[in-house]
């Protein structure tokens, strides 16, 4: 197949594909959208300069309608050049990068869908059959369709666990995204990919821009409508050292679940904290002024505060347990 160029508008591949632009194009290969004459739909179209092994991987990958998150194969084959191509749905919507580049703060509702979608697909990808390591969770191979719902569009990078070092080149993966031992060439698990997922998710919550500061300083800002949980798990996601990772894309979410919840709760009592302190201040001043018989009043309002702070400390040591006891049954899962 002649080489072509990146301009091509309305020309005709395979008597049967209308090119109309390129969406994409990497070390390896372009990607292209197009018409199915024959069929009037929209396709994508991508084109490797070389077929290896990993073609035959991204293949088999695609071809499991499994998972609802990758983009469905409707053919695929090799020229007589050695270039090889892939037919797939094309799927509408931005990348989550461009995505993030216009909508500067997610609602904490819509952070917390995409950390369940996320970590769902995980959890399918690990666990089938074959066992399969993503490797390249990033912004940009992520697209946010018009209903907010995520779909991956490249499974380039993607491997058969146990088959990585097959496939292994120098390094894999992007900066920022890639975990440290998958960005140096050492063998790699299913914690690479939760590196990626916590790398994603700190990318939303921040901004991309900020990701590669707090990755070194673990520091993830108190965002307003953020809970602190929901940030820690992140932090758990993006330890450098694997071991301290989540095992399982399954662990993770059983505790970002569990940390929406107790954010929700602490939200609730720092509100309830917040509205005891107007009121006492408020009592107090009106009895010294007004009613200074009524000091016992403001002495009631003072104990009720102190319960909650009481209360407030109780949680916080119970859950500090209880996230110790979490911690070593993980890595124990592992």
Same mark, same amino acid.
């Given at each position: ?7 091509? #508008? ?10 109309? &632009?390129?969406?994409?194009?990497? $070390? ?11 069929? $009037? ?47 797939? &749905? ?14 500067? #703060?997610?609602?904490?509702? #819509? ?6 979608? +996320? ?42 666990? $146990? ?37 994603? +998710? ?11 500061? #707090? ?9 307003? $409508? ?54 006492? +201040? ?53």
């Amino acid at each position: 197949m002649a080489e072509r160029e990146v301009s091509c #508008q309305a020309c005709v591949w395979f008597d049967r594909y209308e090119i109309k &632009e390129i969406l994409g194009e990497g $070390g390896t290969g372009r990607v292209y959208l197009a018409r199915d004459m024959r069929l $009037g739909r929209p396709v994508a179209i991508k084109i490797l300069e070389r077929v290896t092994e990993q073609f035959e991987e991204e293949i088999a990958l695609l071809q499991r309608q499994s998972f609802r998150m990758l983009p469905a194969v409707f053919d695929a084959w090799v020229e007589e050049s050695g270039e090889g191509v892939i037919v797939m &749905e094309y799927v509408e919507g931005q990348n989550l990068k461009e995505y993030l580049a216009l909508h500067r #703060q997610i609602p904490e509702r #819509q952070i917390y869908d995409w950390g369940v979608q +996320l970590g769902e697909f995980l959890d399918k990808l690990h666990n089938g059959n074959p066992k399969v390591l993503y490797r390249d969770l990033k912004p940009e191979n992520i697209m946010v369709q018009p209903d907010k719902t995520l779909r991956f569009v490249d499974v380039g990078a993607a491997v058969r666990l $146990g088959a990585e070092r097959s496939f292994q080149r120098k390094r894999v993966g992007t900066p920022g995204y890639a975990a440290p031992e998958q960005w140096e060439g050492k063998s790699v698990d299913e914690r690479a990919d939760i590196y990626g997922l916590g790398a994603v +998710l700190c990318a939303v919550m921040e901004g991309e821009e900020k990701l590669k500061s #707090q990755v070194f300083s673990g520091n993830l800002t108190e965002k307003s $409508g953020v809970p602190e949980g929901m940030r820690r798990a992140v932090r758990r996601c993006l330890s450098p050292e694997r071991e301290k990772r989540y095992a399982t894309a399954r662990a993770f979410l059983t505790d970002w679940r569990q940390y929406k919840r107790a954010g929700r709760g602490r939200i609730l009592m720092f509100r309830m904290e917040e509205i005891l302190k107007i009121g006492f +201040l408020y009592a107090a001043v009106y009895i010294i002024w007004y009613r200074p018989e009524c000091l016992s009043l403001a002495g009631h309002f003072l104990m009720g505060y102190l319960w909650l702070k009481a209360a407030e400390w109780i949680y916080r040591v119970r859950n500090e347990k209880w996230e110790q006891k979490r911690s070593v049954w993980c890595r124990s899962a592992g």
